[in-house]
């Protein structure tokens, strides 16, 4: 495969995962947002979105305030904005009609049909009234581009390509996702275990469709944050975890290096990430400290990426 053609496949899913991503992070923002204000604690969950998305310089250089009407449209609709639900379906099909050839015809009419239908949404009909419905509709597109790709696409290297960047934006987005949840939206660790904090918590696995897994996992619904970190970090179960995300890469990277019978430096980084994560506890990280480790773990993501982007997309190494 071209190594155009497998950088189209990879940024084509990222985009995608994106789109999803960025919708489930506006549900947090609402979800706590219907929290009754107690006046303890940090309030304005909509600032610690743009902030987890690492777009708050972005957002005020073109509004005055955080509030939920400006970051909907910037989260949303905003074509000034890269990661706005818009621009990733816009970027999305871009990057496939490049590929189109590497593509099945129902991949190609599915992001077709995702990006039209939410453009014609957001020109003729979108007010902030239905919130939650445009998030639906995002999903259910995300979900029915998804379902195509595993259903209709050969499970050759541009398949490993779609799926590595899949999980390079789950992985991603799931490790901010945790960070604005407790290193944001709550001021101290006097606040751990509070009303409050159970309701994020709460809203947090619903957003990432992991509220039953959570009750499966532990079989109760009270929340504790080393069950949360077990979870969403360690379960190897989990879709949504970190650990199962960069194991899916690394067994990709695996399949990449058995087809094209080469070594790859990203690979063994992703394997050798994947082992750690499966050697850590909850009690470990939180030693550490809850919010370094995510951030040690995305600059690692950035480095993987960095070797995947030499190896595959450039030919440097």
């Known amino acids: 495969m071209l190594s155009r053609t497998a950088e189209n496949l990879f940024w084509f899913s ?6 999803d991503a960025t919708v489930r992070l506006l549900e947090v923002g609402y979800r706590v947002s219907i929290l009754p204000n107690t006046d303890k604690g940090y309030r304005n969950e909509w600032e610690a979105i743009i902030e987890s998305i690492g777009s708050k310089d972005e957002f005020i250089a073109k509004n005055k305030a955080f509030n939920r009407k400006n970051i909907e449209y910037f989260l949303l609709f905003d074509e000034g904005n890269p990661s706005s639900v818009i621009n990733c379906f816009s970027k999305a099909r871009e990057n496939i009609r490049i590929a189109r050839t590497a593509v099945t015809l129902e991949v190609w009419n599915a992001i077709n049909t995702s990006f039209f239908e939410f453009s014609t949404y957001g020109n003729a009909r979108y007010n902030t009234k239905n919130l939650l419905e445009i ?31 899949t999980y390079f934006e789950r992985a991603d987005f799931t490790a901010r996702l945790i960070d604005v949840k407790y290193y944001i939206l709550l001021p101290s660790s006097d606040y751990i275990g509070s009303a409050n904090d159970q309701f994020q918590w709460g809203m947090l696995l619903r957003s990432i469709s992991s509220y039953r897994a959570y009750n499966w996992a532990y079989g109760t619904n009270e929340y504790s944050y080393s069950r949360i970190i077990d979870l969403l970090i360690l379960n190897v179960d989990c879709p949504r975890s970190l650990a199962y995300s960069v ?50 773990f995305l600059e690692q993501i950035d480095d993987l990426y960095d070797c995947l982007n030499h190896k595959y997309f450039r030919g440097i190494q």
Do not use: M, W
């Open 14 to 19: 990222r985009y995608i995962e994106r789109a």
């Open 247 to 296: 194991g899916k890469i690394s067994e990709h990277f695996r399949s990449l290096v058995n087809y094209y019978n080469q070594s790859s430096k990203a690979h063994n980084q992703a394997k050798e990430l994947f082992k750690k994560l499966k050697t850590q506890t909850p009690d470990q990280i939180s030693e550490y400290g809850l919010h370094e480790f995510l951030k040690s």
């Open 135 to 165: 998030i639906d509709i995002v999903k259910r597109q995300v979900n029915t581009i998804r379902g195509t790709i595993v259903n209709t696409q050969l499970l050759n290297d541009g398949f490993d390509f779609l799926t590595i960047g």
